[in-house]
């Protein structure tokens, strides 16, 4: 009858991987910003209601072509003049803007006509060109370099572009600018191209981790069991509970995002964790002389117990990102509880199943590593009694260098930081900031007051002073709105000069203007304007110099607004994309101490259940809040900004750290459960247990360390701190674990 269950229980997991083969090809995989917007939050909602109004300030693919020694030479001009008319018909473009398409307004004793900017066909020009143009704010960092050698093209793509829409796009593009104009030098900005790169890096990310870890791991068990069937046994195991894991995604149809590269890593490393518990202690009852069935029981009852307790606390510690406001964070929590969830169950139906039809000798080499644990836990054990002084005041010195580092943790972090590292999207990036406008969006809606309409003179005098006021900033961009209508025809009144492009000095010149302006059929500001015309918009783009210093610009142009504008006449408010993500770094410390808080509760009441003690509630507790504070200094020492994604460090931190610790305080009260003293339940508990913990945390230690491969710097970040916090854990685990049963459980 056994026989029959195992057998069984080995088809059943057969077939399931056979069905999650097939679920993983339907995995599917997507990024955009609005995932990171803070979802409930207000500003957020004033966002939606100000895009209904206008449009989105994301809906643009920028395309910068480079010639060293300048942008005016004729064949060059002529190629890329082609190229900004023939991109209008790319797919899902519905506007295409370039500087050799612009013409200025000329007035002319007969009617008002139009002159190039550029004369393209008279090289003799170009001189002249490039002088007006370059004192032209509206064309510089814009449509081209302050140094005259990049040309942009502006393209103006439908409104909330998808991924194989953005992929269509894409590849229409690089075929126009390689194949059909063969530009030397080009660089492109935009959620189209952010789309598809990110995209591809998560499925690349995912693919080496996974192959990465794998073969870790296979090095890992081959040291440990020097057995092919031992290896064997563990590595189907831990790949089997990935492959489902992978395979429930792909057939629940949840879509993966930028945090989708740790999930080969995590289920490798528990799975691993929890195969090794189970198969060392399988071993030691089987080195005891019990025979196979009943040695299989008892590692279940035993360690299978602990080993539920620990992938529970594990998923509670993951199911804490559910209190944050960021969908890819919550996602991530969500899978990750299940992932754990599902690699337990594959080691106790399946696992258990497998390795009951071997014996000791078949799974693990026998020989000096046994009697090296040993001796090394033997010694450990003999430490925590003769140095119980310098422990306590190792961790207390510890625990204060600890607090200091959380002092200086930031949350001022930039895009470039969740770029991926020597890829084209990060140089292009990049190339954007130098040289141009830079990506980040800022948008200040304008509310007209009391009756008045936004192209009112007492409402548009007021925008002309907020933009003025942004000018000042070196690292804001493009600033731009519907006076530029007004300012281009002051310009044309005065020859085109530079110097002139302005809103004009009185009221009665304003109105004059206004009246030119409705005789212009095809002028399009209504991207500038709501249809009712109480709202309007300015538009600017600001480098990405942090979300915090971004944060305190704001509030100083907030108060300069208020105290330099008609407030009875007109209200400002900032809004767009960028200010949305930044909303983050508010809620990042907020979620992660609520989320923690909550997690530690349940996991305290889980705790008081297995051991019925509120001593030993606060002995398991200790330990594993230790591990976080360490991981809030390292963030501060080494200076990284704390942000959504290494945020779940903390998370994964908790709900694995806890792990040992209910290995370790299970097998001692086991011990002590079959009347053996204090010190000798201990012993016992570092002579078994210790070995298992030691092992699987050296597991996790290089298992997390595989994300430095990574070309993604959170999950480098990530595996870094991981795994140098994971070390404290452990060492917690051994050290103050003993300490603090010799001091708050003397009696016993």
Request: hydrophobic residues 50%.
């Amino acid at each position: 009858m056994k026989s029959n269950l195992r057998i069984i229980s080995v088809v059943t997991f057969l077939l399931l991987a056979a069905a999650s083969g097939y679920y993983v090809t339907q995995l599917k995989f997507s990024f955009d910003f609005e995932q990171f917007f803070p979802e409930g939050d207000e500003d957020l909602e004033f966002f939606r209601d100000f895009i209904e109004n206008f449009e989105g300030d994301d809906n643009f693919l920028l395309v910068a072509v480079r010639r060293e020694g300048g942008v005016f030479e004729q064949g060059f001009l002529e190629r890329f003049h082609g190229f900004s008319l023939d991109a209008r018909n790319l797919p899902y473009v519905t506007e295409s803007q370039s500087l050799t398409k612009f013409s200025y307004p000329l007035r002319t004793p007969f009617a008002i006509t139009t002159i190039p900017a550029i004369h393209i066909d008279q090289p003799e020009r170009y001189a002249a060109d490039r002088e007006r143009i370059l004192n032209d704010e509206r064309f510089v960092h814009n449509l081209i370099s302050a140094d005259g050698e990049t040309l942009v093209v502006f393209l103006k793509t439908k409104p909330s572009i998808q991924l194989d829409e953005a992929r269509e796009l894409m590849a229409a593009l690089e075929e126009m600018v390689n194949e059909q104009y063969q530009f030397a030098e080009y660089h492109y900005l935009g959620r189209p191209f952010f789309q598809q790169e990110l995209v591809d890096m998560q499925k690349r990310e995912i693919t080496v981790s996974a192959i990465v870890s794998g073969i870790l791991v296979s090095l890992i068990m081959f040291f440990i069991f020097r057995k092919p069937w031992g290896i064997f046994v563990a590595l189907i195991s831990i790949g089997l509970g990935m492959l489902l894991f992978m395979g429930l995604l792909g057939a629940s149809g949840r879509e993966l995002n930028a945090m989708a590269a740790l999930y080969p890593v995590l289920m490798i490393i528990v799975g691993t964790s929890d195969v090794v518990h189970i198969m060392s202690k399988y071993i030691d009852e089987l080195r005891k002389g019990e025979p196979q069935d009943r040695a299989i029981v008892t590692t279940i009852k035993e360690i299978g117990l602990a080993t539920l307790l620990t992938s529970i606390t594990t998923a509670i510690g993951f199911a804490s990102l559910l209190t944050s406001k960021v969908g890819p964070i919550r996602d991530f929590g969500i899978n990750a509880a299940i992932g754990v969830i599902v690699a337990y169950v594959t080691v106790i139906f399946f696992t258990t199943a497998v390795l009951s039809w071997f014996r000791a000798d078949q799974i693990m080499k026998m020989g000096r590593g046994q009697a090296f644990w040993e001796k090394s836990m033997s010694w450990a054990y003999q430490f925590t009694l003769r140095r119980p002084t310098g422990i306590a005041l190792g961790a207390v010195a510890t625990l204060g260098l600890a607090l200091w580092g959380i002092s200086l943790i930031t949350t001022n972090y930039g895009i470039i930081n969740n770029m991926p590292r020597g890829e084209k999207i990060t140089e292009d990036f990049r190339f954007f900031e130098k040289h141009l406008t830079g990506f980040r969006p800022m948008e200040i809606a304008v509310f007209a007051k009391n009756g008045h309409q936004a192209t009112d003179w007492e409402v548009i005098r007021e925008i002309a002073k907020v933009e003025n006021y942004l000018k000042q900033y070196p690292y804001v961009q493009a600033v731009g709105s519907v006076t530029a209508v007004y300012k281009s025809i002051n310009q044309m009144m005065a020859g085109n000069s530079p110097e002139a492009y302005r809103m004009p000095e009185s009221e009665q010149q304003y109105e004059r203007y206004q009246r030119m302006a409705r005789q212009v059929p095809k002028l399009n500001v209504n991207v500038l304007l709501s249809e009712d015309g109480t709202k309007a918009r300015i538009t600017s783009r600001i480098q990405d110099i942090g979300a915090d210093s971004i944060k305190a610009m704001g509030e100083r142009m907030d108060r300069w607004i208020v105290a330099n504008t008609d407030t009875s006449a007109v209200a400002f408010q900032r809004t767009g994309t960028g200010l949305i993500i930044d909303k983050n770094a508010e809620y990042v410390r907020r979620d992660l101490l609520y989320g923690l808080g909550m997690a530690v509760v349940i996991v305290s009441f889980l705790m008081a259940l297995l051991f019925r003690n509120v001593k030993m509630l606060l002995i398991s507790l200790v330990p594993n809040i230790f591990p976080l504070i360490l991981a809030g200094a390292l963030l501060g020492f080494l200076g990284i900004e704390l942000e959504a994604g290494v945020s779940i460090v903390f998370a994964v931190i908790f709900g694995i750290a806890v792990d040992d610790t209910i290995h370790f305080l299970s097998k001692y009260k086991l011990a002590k459960g079959k009347g053996l003293s204090r010190e000798e339940a201990m012993k016992i508990t570092f002579t078994e247990t210790g070995k298992a913990i030691v092992l699987t945390s050296v597991i996790l230690f290089f298992g997390f360390l595989v994300m430095l491969f990574s070309i993604h710097p959170p999950s480098v970040t990530i595996g870094l701190l991981i795994s140098l916090t994971l070390v404290s854990a452990l060492v917690s685990d051994l050290l103050l674990i003993p300490l603090m049963i010799r001091w708050m459980m003397k009696a016993e």
